[in-house]
């Protein structure tokens, strides 16, 4: 049964659209966009908007600048680069409100787009004020998150704008919540985790332990369930005060939770290394452990043999350094060729992806990090929340 609108439930022509997109992404210090993803993520939605129209005005948000204008989290440069990917100009605003934008959306052409100042520049914007999200909503007809990345939290533009305009989901925005809340998700289903710390993946441990015939393990966190189990880990990070309740999880879920067989340990990450593979249960002292083994690359695959679904996410080792991705590359290699749903949620483990080239050979790829993590773990999107209160009211 349906519970929020989609992107093609109204009628765009001559109509104006906020749409709010998740274009927070990083850039270097020369001013370079280094990964404009999500950028291209949303393109669809725009392209379908200005294809049926409809006057659009863009909002979103760059850093933290903590409700201060602050000139590096300025937002131009971003949309400028926006605007060649669209092959559209882009009319960028350098405030939020008034009656400047009131002119700039009067004189807005359907078909056209405006985006406004980073809307972080607003101190009521993160305190999810209703009174911002009102004045936003009044210079629209309909609303559009497209931005899946910030969904879980509860921000003005996020959650308030929808309680006083119609709602609705943009096209990859629903593609990531229809992928990462796994209903319908074919079974055997199979999970991979990797990542550094334990505290931040019980949450996730204990929701797809229900779901997942088996979790597979990586990344650093490996090494506080294995000195849980009384081995040495060296100089591996180690999450200090979860030690015990690695032990209680290897317990609880002994059929679900898979260790790597073998590990790659350095001597050192600064300069050169010395680097060389051991069993899990030896890792030499003052040695570093940073990516899985070759043997475990192996125990992962005829794991995954009889996968219909596999989720990933999470590091699974230092893959930024091409010496301990061998690892990472393995389990991409892994997905690439298997013939089940692969679902990649998460900012490093879809820059990984990325990095090898294996993208378009996966079945669904999140670049979000907290707002996967969230509809993962089986817990509710604040903002798509707002949208089912949304459509309750204005269908």
Excluded at 34 to 48: A, G, M, Q, W
Excluded at 98 to 119: F, Q, S, T, Y
Excluded at 336 to 350: E, L, M, Y
Aim: glycine share 8%; proline share 3%; net charge positive.
């Amino acid at each position: 049964m349906k519970t929020y609108f989609g992107l093609k439930d109204f009628s765009y022509s001559g109509k104006t659209v906020l749409v709010r997109v998740g274009w927070d992404m990083p850039i270097n210090d020369k001013g370079k966009i280094t990964n404009d993803d999500r950028i291209k993520e949303s393109l669809p939605t725009l392209r379908y908007l200005v294809r049926k129209k409809a006057k659009v005005i863009l909002l979103f948000h760059h850093h933290r600048p903590n409700g201060k204008i602050v000139a590096q989290y300025r937002v131009a440069a971003i949309t400028k680069h926006a605007g060649r990917l669209l092959k559209k100009t882009i009319k960028q605003m350098y405030v939020l409100k008034g009656r400047d934008v009131e002119r700039a959306v009067e004189k807005l052409r359907p078909g056209g787009i405006m985006a406004l100042e980073n809307v972080r520049f607003s101190p009521l914007e993160t305190k999810g004020s209703s009174v911002f999200g009102k004045e936003l909503a009044s210079y629209a007809d309909y609303y559009v998150n497209e931005a899946f990345s910030n969904s879980h939290r509860n921000h003005a533009s996020m959650t308030q704008i929808c309680k006083y305009i119609p709602g609705c989901l943009g096209l990859q925005a629903e593609k990531d919540v229809k992928a990462l809340s796994l209903k319908g998700a074919k079974k055997p289903l199979y999970a991979i985790l990797g990542g550094v710390k334990l505290e931040t993946r019980i949450p996730l441990i204990k929701a797809l332990a229900s779901k997942a015939s088996k979790i597979l393990l990586g990344g650093a966190m490996v090494f506080t369930f294995l000195k849980s189990q009384g081995y040495s880990v060296g100089n591996s990070v180690v999450d200090e005060n979860y030690v015990k309740k690695a032990g209680s999880l290897l317990r609880k879920y002994k059929k679900k939770l898979v260790l790597p067989e073998d590990i790659v340990v350095v001597d050192t990450l600064e300069g050169k290394s010395e680097k060389m593979v051991v069993d899990r249960a030896h890792i030499p002292s003052g040695w570093i452990g940073v990516d899985n083994g070759p043997a475990s690359v192996t125990q992962f695959e005829n794991i995954l043999k009889d996968a219909k679904t596999i989720v990933w996410n999470g590091a699974i080792g230092i893959f930024e350094n091409p010496k301990y991705a061998a690892g990472t590359k393995g389990i991409i290699k892994i997905l690439a060729n298997s013939k089940a749903t692969t679902i990649i949620g998460g900012g490093d483990t879809s820059t990984s992806v990325k990095q090898f080239k294996a993208t378009s050979k996966m079945t669904h790829v999140s670049t979000a990090g907290g707002a996967s993590l969230t509809l993962l773990e089986g817990k509710k999107l604040v903002a798509l929340e707002a949208l089912k209160k949304s459509f309750k009211k204005f269908k």
